[in-house]
């Protein structure tokens, strides 16, 4: 390329705008060593940049004076070559040819339109990358409900597998009077030291009770052990205590209590 089909491609702009690829960019840096004519093109189109962006309101690159600078220094010249307002030409200026300064005209009525372009590209850019957001949050937010789906499973395959081990009892409770339609299974395993309650009926309680597991042993107060209500879990893991002989269930206070009101006691389980 020569000088003026550098300047009539736009590459300048594009470069100082930060739009080329490496290789382009690269390029670029050599046309402007190659031609020193060219610096005054840039340091026009940078400074046009920078006043552009100060009107709009938007903090140019901190690098972009010092870039310049470093690329002029590189050609072998101690200070950046100075562009002169109109009102200060020279008549040596006046020799410039008409191409270069119809394409220095171009430049300055195309460079707003081309920062407006990279500024929507940077628009379109942060609003994908909100999208990006938003569908990592999602993605995020299904995968933990998936691992919380898989931990669920994998608890319920435990309790069903310790369930059917064959060191596992199945005890029916044996209501009281008072609460005959309470119907439930009592799953002790001594060898596993697991205990689980499969809920068939319970009777209502009021929202601020709730139902709890007693150790019963000879010569000994009454354990406190699991408080628990009836939810949508129908098998519930409870405390196991070694040595109990009888397992009780009443109907407490939902903090759960350290004595047993025998007045509400629903039941007793055998083991």
Partial sequence: MDINEIRQSGLIEYYVLGLLSEQDAQMVEGYLMQ?????ADYLEIQNTMQAYTKVQGIKPSEGL???ALELIRKS?????????SEKNKTNEDSTLDKTSSSSLDWKSLALPALLAAALFFSWDGYNKGLEYDTLQEEYNSYKEDCESQQEEEAR???????????????????????????????????????????VKNLPEIASN??????????GVDPIPLTVFKDGDDLVIPVDFEAGTGTYAITIEDEAGATVPTLTRLIGTIGV
């Fill in 156 to 198: 319920r395959r435990t309790i069903y597998a310790n369930i059917n081990s064959v060191n596992n009892k199945t005890i029916e409770l044996t209501p009281t009077a008072d609460y005959q339609e309470t119907n439930l299974l009592f799953h002790n395993n001594d060898v596993a030291e697991t205990n689980y309650i499969q």
């Fill in 76 to 84: 072998g010249k101690k200070t950046p070559v100075q562009i002169k």
């Fill in 209 to 218: 009770q709730a139902f709890q597991l007693w150790s019963l042993k000879d």
């Fill in 35 to 39: 031609y020193p004519e060219l610096q």
């Fill in 65 to 67: 004076e010092r870039n």
